[in-house]
């Protein structure tokens, strides 16, 4: 067998796309709640505050605040050994910069967490994934202010010392490198808590809200482990392989250039130092990055102790002209090109299993660091049949690939890999275009896009499978 005994087979979600109840005991507005409902393609609006007449699906989820019993119930059924899942900030502190927690918030995940741990399931919690206190943005403007960086720590520190003793895995922001480049309002938004004007230059401000936080993910794992010696404490990448398009030689440098405008990130939470390509681009382009050498001490001081991250697609870079695609990385004039060798899902995302080997691998050699990937998995149309069945046989396969893959990885290449918790183990609300009917889970939700539906939990045929692939430690 590939893999240890102590493996952490999990699934994973976020609190805002599980949660619901927004508004109660006390809990603040969050950035993720005046995200509207997209579609396929259609983008989700963030309004000014939460409008009335607008469909925002966040704010029930499917309800898991009030459901979590019987769906750790499930899981515990399924045989899940880790749940990974995220903290509202604003549970904790309505505003982002409150003196005092809410202690119903607080209470919330006490009791949460004491669900999963005697149900045998590790917690594994990620302090910020996609949602920020609203009023962070309205009196601060986010992350690009560094004044975020204290309510941050001072977050994480009340939720890490409240926790000492039930969690022991975290990760400090969620897909950090996700709004590289400024070029996604959703990520500058979700990642950072900043919207741009017209004449902002996105670029900067999102190197500097970026910093900002790489600077309070450092305290944070300082601190952390100082509250806890045994926490283990990761940061939280999207991997996605950009591979060169063609064998000419400018292709392999824009691969190269643009994966370092993502491997930023994690280059700063590894290896504690702000890499020499940065410095030079900022240099090039007058770019005036606000840090101190303090703040520099600080990210030598934190660094993660593994890496988590996310992985569903891969790209492919090219600059031969003709070929259609749009401009991923500014490091060059390479554009991203679909990939002739691979297909899409029905959202377009490029299902690439052996890419995820191909991840395992750079990350490791480059890092030799422990790796979790916490994020992996089919979004999907999924058919309820009469009988109460769903037979999603795409999903068991995209998955069985991606497994093979990591044992591949682990086996024959060396990569020392902690656990995998696919994507979206229940039914959720998807992230980009805010739909239920775009479906990740081994655990059917009955909810549709409009928010009708019963919220009755049932197995798919995915559910069975993955509790042999659990019990088996691997695939057989
Ligand atoms: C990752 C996020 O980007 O991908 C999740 O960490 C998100 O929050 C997931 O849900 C899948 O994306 P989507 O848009 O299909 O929900």
Same mark, same amino acid.
């Given at each position: 067998?590939?893999?240890?005994?102590?493996?952490?087979?999990?699934?994973?979600?976020?609190?805002?796309?599980?949660?619901?109840?927004?508004?109660?005991?006390?809990?603040?507005?969050?950035?993720?709640?005046?995200?509207?409902?997209?579609?396929?393609?259609?983008?989700?609006?963030?309004?000014?505050?939460?409008?009335? *007449?607008?469909?925002?699906?966040?704010?029930?989820? $499917?309800?898991?605040?009030?459901?979590?019993?019987?769906?750790?119930?499930?899981?515990?059924?399924?045989?899940?050994?880790?749940?990974?899942?995220?903290?509202?900030?604003?549970?904790?502190?309505?505003?982002?910069?409150?003196?005092?927690?809410?202690?119903?918030?607080?209470?919330?995940?006490?009791?949460?967490?004491?669900?999963?741990? !005697?149900?045998?399931?590790?917690? +594994?919690?990620?302090?910020?994934?996609?949602?920020?206190?609203?009023?962070?943005?309205?009196?601060?403007?986010?992350?690009?202010?560094?004044?975020?960086?204290?309510?941050?720590?001072?977050?994480?520190?009340?939720?890490?010392?409240?926790?000492?003793?039930?969690?022991?895995?975290?990760?400090?922001?969620?897909?950090?490198?996700?709004?590289?480049?400024?070029?996604?309002? $959703?990520?500058?938004?979700?990642?950072?808590?900043?919207?741009?004007?017209?004449? /902002?230059?996105?670029?900067?401000?999102?190197?500097?809200?970026?910093?900002?936080?790489?600077?309070?993910?450092?305290?944070?794992?300082?601190?952390?482990?100082?509250?806890?010696?045994?926490?283990? $404490? *990761?940061?939280?990448?999207?991997?996605?392989?950009?591979?060169?398009?063609?064998?000419?030689?400018? /292709?392999?440098?824009?691969?190269?250039?643009?994966?370092?405008?993502?491997?930023?990130?994690?280059?700063?939470?590894?290896?504690?130092?702000?890499?020499?390509?940065?410095?030079?681009?900022?240099?090039?382009?007058?770019?005036?990055?606000?840090?101190?050498?303090?703040?520099?001490?600080?990210?030598?001081?934190?660094?993660?102790?593994?890496?988590?991250?996310?992985?569903?697609?891969?790209?492919?870079?090219?600059?031969?002209?003709?070929?259609?695609?749009?401009?991923?990385?500014?490091?060059?004039?390479?554009?991203?090109?679909?990939?002739?060798?691979?297909?899409?899902?029905?959202?377009?995302?490029?299902?690439?299993?052996?890419?995820?080997?191909?991840?395992?691998?750079?990350?490791?050699?480059?890092?030799?660091?422990?790796?979790?990937? +916490?994020?992996?998995?089919?979004?999907?149309?999924?058919?309820?049949?009469?009988?109460?069945?769903?037979?999603?046989?795409?999903?068991?396969?995209?998955?069985?690939?991606? $497994?093979?893959?990591? !044992?591949?990885?682990? /086996?024959?290449?060396?990569?020392?890999?902690?656990?995998?918790?696919?994507?979206?183990?229940?039914?959720?609300?998807?992230?980009?275009?805010?739909?239920?009917?775009?479906?990740?889970?081994?655990?059917?939700?009955?909810?549709?896009?409009? *928010?009708?539906?019963?919220?009755?939990?049932?197995?798919?045929?995915?559910?069975?499978?993955?509790?042999?692939?659990?019990?088996?430690?691997?695939?057989?």
């Amino acid at each position: 067998m590939p893999f240890k005994q102590d493996f952490l087979w999990g699934g994973a979600v976020a609190a805002h796309q599980i949660e619901g109840a927004y508004n109660k005991d006390g809990r603040g507005l969050s950035t993720a709640d005046v995200m509207t409902g997209g579609a396929n393609g259609v983008d989700r609006e963030i309004t000014k505050g939460v409008v009335a *007449g607008k469909y925002y699906p966040n704010h029930e989820a $499917i309800n898991f605040y009030y459901h979590y019993k019987e769906d750790i119930a499930l899981f515990k059924e399924l045989g899940l050994k880790a749940f990974r899942t995220s903290i509202s900030w604003s549970r904790i502190f309505p505003n982002g910069d409150d003196e005092i927690a809410n202690e119903a918030g607080l209470a919330f995940y006490d009791r949460l967490f004491d669900e999963l741990n !005697e149900a045998g399931i590790v917690p +594994v919690i990620t302090l910020s994934h996609f949602e920020i206190p609203y009023h962070l943005y309205e009196a601060y403007g986010g992350f690009k202010n560094k004044k975020l960086i204290d309510f941050y720590v001072k977050y994480a520190e009340t939720v890490m010392r409240r926790y000492k003793d039930k969690v022991k895995y975290w990760m400090t922001f969620n897909e950090i490198n996700n709004q590289a480049g400024g070029d996604w309002d $959703i990520h500058a938004w979700c990642n950072s808590a900043v919207q741009f004007v017209a004449d /902002d230059n996105r670029e900067e401000i999102i190197y500097q809200a970026s910093l900002n936080e790489l600077i309070a993910s450092a305290k944070v794992v300082k601190l952390g482990h100082e509250i806890n010696p045994n926490f283990q $404490i *990761g940061c939280m990448m999207a991997y996605v392989p950009v591979y060169p398009y063609s064998a000419n030689p400018s /292709d392999q440098i824009a691969a190269i250039k643009a994966m370092d405008g993502r491997y930023f990130y994690s280059d700063i939470h590894v290896r504690g130092k702000i890499p020499r390509y940065v410095l030079n681009y900022w240099k090039e382009h007058d770019y005036r990055i606000d840090y101190s050498q303090e703040e520099l001490e600080i990210l030598k001081a934190g660094t993660v102790d593994y890496i988590g991250f996310s992985y569903y697609m891969s790209d492919a870079v090219t600059e031969i002209a003709e070929l259609d695609g749009w401009k991923y990385s500014k490091f060059s004039q390479a554009k991203i090109s679909k990939n002739p060798y691979i297909h899409a899902s029905d959202w377009g995302w490029q299902i690439d299993p052996v890419g995820l080997r191909y991840v395992l691998n750079s990350v490791y050699e480059r890092y030799e660091k422990p790796l979790f990937v +916490v994020e992996n998995g089919l979004g999907a149309y999924d058919k309820l049949e009469t009988d109460g069945s769903i037979h999603d046989t795409y999903r068991i396969k995209y998955l069985q690939e991606h $497994i093979k893959q990591m !044992e591949l990885a682990v /086996d024959e290449d060396g990569v020392e890999l902690i656990g995998y918790t696919p994507w979206g183990i229940i039914d959720i609300v998807s992230f980009g275009s805010g739909e239920m009917e775009k479906r990740y889970g081994m655990i059917y939700v009955d909810k549709d896009n409009e *928010g009708k539906g019963t919220l009755k939990r049932s197995k798919k045929d995915s559910f069975n499978w993955y509790q042999t692939v659990i019990k088996n430690n691997g695939l057989t």
